[in-house]
């Protein structure tokens, strides 16, 4: 019989950005990804942050951010990066949680797409697909299979190809 309780997702709150730090550093090799969370969270609007909490401890966190869409600067996108769950608590379901709450938030705010570059057997899950499928391309050099994108109204990008720029921050850490 577990003892584990229900994970809660919930936004961000002031007081967990310490929590939120050190999710970021158990989950990462170096502090890059905890130092983008602390500068787009300071600089880039609006921003969906959320943690998973457990017996009120921060066990997981994911950030979406504006990014632009060159030369299509009307079409609402948010870039996914990073998510973390602590080491301890990764392949429990956590990571889908954060991943599908955050879609959520993002099509409330009516943003109409989603980008990300991450595990190419771990997005397509949600729906997202490699975003050269819709013509768009990363203003990193990145292999195509990770760099993918989710339309959260349908045929959005349909027309719109062009490069994703992300926040200045990116290029800061």
Same mark, same amino acid.
């Given at each position: 019989?577990?003892?584990? /309780?229900?994970?809660?997702?919930?936004?961000?709150?002031? /007081? +967990?950005?310490?929590?939120? !730090?050190?999710?970021?550093?158990?989950?990462?090799? /170096?502090?890059?990804?905890?130092?983008?969370? #602390?500068?787009?969270?300071?600089?880039?609007?609006?921003?969906?942050?959320?943690?998973?909490? #457990? !017996?009120?401890?921060?066990?997981?966190?994911?950030?979406?951010?504006?990014?632009?869409?060159?030369?299509?600067?009307?079409? %609402?996108?948010?870039?996914? *990066?990073?998510?973390?769950?602590?080491?301890?608590?990764?392949?429990?379901?956590?990571?889908?949680? =954060?991943?599908?709450?955050?879609?959520? %938030?993002?099509?409330?705010?009516?943003?109409?797409?989603?980008?990300?570059?991450?595990? *190419?057997?771990?997005?397509? @899950?949600?729906?997202?697909?490699? *975003?050269?499928?819709?013509?768009?391309?990363? %203003?990193? +050099?990145?292999? #195509?299979?990770?760099?993918?994108? =989710?339309?959260? #109204?349908?045929?959005?990008?349909?027309? $719109?190809?062009? $490069?994703? @720029?992300?926040?200045?921050?990116?290029?800061?850490?």
């Amino acid at each position: 019989m577990s003892t584990r /309780t229900a994970v809660h997702i919930r936004p961000e709150r002031p /007081t +967990d950005i310490p929590g939120i !730090r050190a999710v970021n550093l158990a989950a990462f090799e /170096t502090s890059t990804e905890a130092d983008l969370v #602390d500068v787009l969270r300071k600089e880039a609007s609006p921003i969906v942050s959320l943690v998973a909490e #457990d !017996r009120k401890a921060i066990i997981g966190h994911i950030l979406f951010s504006p990014v632009a869409l060159t030369p299509h600067p009307d079409v %609402q996108i948010m870039g996914l *990066a990073p998510m973390a769950v602590v080491p301890a608590r990764q392949r429990c379901g956590i990571g889908s949680a =954060l991943v599908q709450e955050g879609l959520a %938030q993002c099509r409330r705010l009516g943003f109409a797409a989603v980008i990300v570059l991450g595990h *190419a057997e771990y997005y397509p @899950r949600f729906g997202f697909r490699p *975003a050269s499928q819709f013509g768009l391309s990363s %203003q990193y +050099d990145v292999p #195509d299979e990770v760099f993918m994108a =989710l339309e959260l #109204d349908k045929d959005i990008l349909r027309g $719109r190809s062009g $490069r994703i @720029r992300y926040h200045a921050a990116f290029a800061s850490v």
